[in-house]
């Protein structure tokens, strides 16, 4: 059974920085396409970030690039989403996604996945 379990939000003040986790069980992570979305309240779900599974391809939504990255640790089954700069504006959950498929050719490759966890609350404020 495929299961998604994210971690690492909380609240931190404008400037500062968050690392997300993301613990897969019931399969290989290293062998699907991975990613990270959010949804802000009111909002529509935003594709953040997305890794092919061989991490040959890797793209970043505008708004974060430069400032988020995206990593994978074969080893412990776990993706991460660093997150430096934060704004206000990055205030959302965040969830982290996955596929069996390759969807994974944008940044909006995690809003077509099929797997996702259950999300972490970044909150970004003063």
């Known amino acids: 059974q495929v299961q998604l379990v994210e971690s690492g939000g909380g609240l931190v003040q404008p400037g500062g920085s968050l690392r997300l986790a993301c613990a897969a069980s019931?399969?290989?992570?290293?062998?699907?396409?991975v990613g990270w979305f959010r949804q802000a309240p009111g909002k529509e779900p935003e594709g953040v970030s997305c890794?092919?599974?061989?991490?040959?391809?890797?793209y970043y939504a505008d708004t974060v690039k430069g400032r988020f990255t995206i990593s994978r640790d074969s080893g412990k089954n776990t993706v991460y989403l660093q997150m430096n700069s934060l704004k206000p504006e990055n205030t959302a959950v965040y969830y982290c996604a996955t596929d069996d498929r390759a969807v994974c050719y944008s940044d909006h490759g995690p809003l077509e996945m099929n797997y996702w966890g259950k999300g972490t609350l970044v909150t970004v404020s003063s």
């Open positions: 019931g399969f290989n992570l290293g062998y699907y396409d």
């Open positions: 890794m092919s599974s061989s991490g040959g391809r890797i």
